[in-house]
């Protein structure tokens, strides 16, 4: 089992802001975007290390799907990523459609 602490040195462990459950790509851009704002995050997982869950079994990239016929699982879950991206005028230069959404989650909801 992965337990991970992050955030300001010198904080009592005991006194926590923020539990993260999941230590794939999500997890983290949500631990890294609370952790210098001040907040005491924990991250758990079930896994003894970092994005070996879902996030591995995706290439640890949500990407256009273009590759993938529409009608399968694979291109259902991935084509429709870009356009949120979009839709929520998200700013992505140099990541991934997965840690756009994942940072703009962190951002407007966890404040």
Do not use: W
Request: net charge positive; proline share 5%.
């Amino acid at each position: 089992m992965l337990k991970q602490t992050f955030g300001r040195r010198g904080v009592a462990k005991e006194k926590l802001d923020c539990v993260v459950i999941g230590a794939g790509v999500v997890g983290i851009a949500i631990a890294r975007e609370l952790a210098p704002k001040g907040r005491e995050v924990l991250v758990l997982d079930s896994a003894p290390t970092f994005g070996t869950g879902t996030t591995s079994r995706h290439s640890q990239v949500i990407h256009a799907g273009i590759y993938y016929p529409l009608n399968s699982l694979k291109g259902e879950e991935t084509h429709g990523v870009p356009g949120l991206v979009n839709l929520f005028g998200i700013e992505s230069p140099g990541l991934t459609s997965s840690m756009a959404i994942a940072e703009y989650v962190a951002t407007r909801f966890l404040r």
